[in-house]
Structure formats: C-alpha cells, structure tokens
C-alpha cells in the first residue's frame, strides 16, 4: 500500500503565496507520475497539475504561469509552488500518486488525505 503524506495549505490572500508538499514511497517513485488535483465546494474533482517519472509537467489552463510543480527523486516527492492566488483557487487539494505496475502499463492510482487551500479577496 503506497501512503501519501500531504503538507501545506492554508489561508492567504488574493495575490499570495502557498506552497504544498507531498511525499510518498522511495522504492516506487521512479515509476510514479505525480499529481495535484483540487475539489471547490460543489464541483467535481480536477487536476491542476501533473509531471511524469520523467519531469514532464502538465498544468490545467486556469493555473498556467501562476503554478508550478517539481519533484525531488531523492526525498521522493512533490510540491506545487502556487503563486498570484486567486479566489476562485479555493479548493481541497489532494496529491496523487499515478503507479505504473511492474511488468504491465496499467497505472494505480493513491491519493492523499487533501489539504484545504482558502484564499480571499
């Protein structure tokens, strides 16, 4: 069973700044995509960011140039670096882990507990 330790959060300002972290199982990250994803009150669950085994990056078009994300092979894990936060940026984030699976190019999914993002006006 791969955990998911998420950290980060909290409350700021519109224009602000907030960093999350999430760091997960050192012996499947070489084969592990990386994902933030967030859920608004009322909406579905989307992505905002991901970046493969490989450090490709992804970003949903509503945070791109504000975000970023990066991951640390050695610690095994990844942050979003969130930047000119927004109000309507106000979600429940949740890290994935996307596993691809020995011997197959079948991916599991792992997801962290969230973390609450609240910005104001």
């Known amino acids: 069973q791969v955990q998911l330790a998420e950290s980060g959060g909290g409350l700021v300002p519109a224009g602000g700044s907030l960093k999350l972290s999430c760091v997960t199982s050192?012996?499947?990250?070489?084969?592990?995509?990386m994902g933030w994803f967030r859920q608004a009150q009322g909406k579905q669950r989307e992505l905002v960011a991901l970046?493969?085994?490989?450090?490709?990056?992804r970003y949903a078009d509503s945070v791109k140039g504000r975000f970023t994300i990066s991951r640390d092979n050695i610690k095994s894990s990844a942050t979003l670096q969130m930047n000119s936060l927004k109000p309507e940026d106000t979600a429940v984030y949740f890290c994935?882990?996307?596993?691809?699976?020995?011997?197959?190019?079948?991916?599991?999914?792992?997801w962290g507990q969230g973390t609450q993002v609240t910005v104001s006006s």
């Open positions: 050192g012996s499947i990250f070489s084969r592990t995509s």
């Open positions: 970046i493969t085994a490989g450090g490709t990056a």
């Open positions: 994935n882990a996307a596993v691809l699976e020995r011997g197959s190019s079948n991916y599991v999914d792992y």
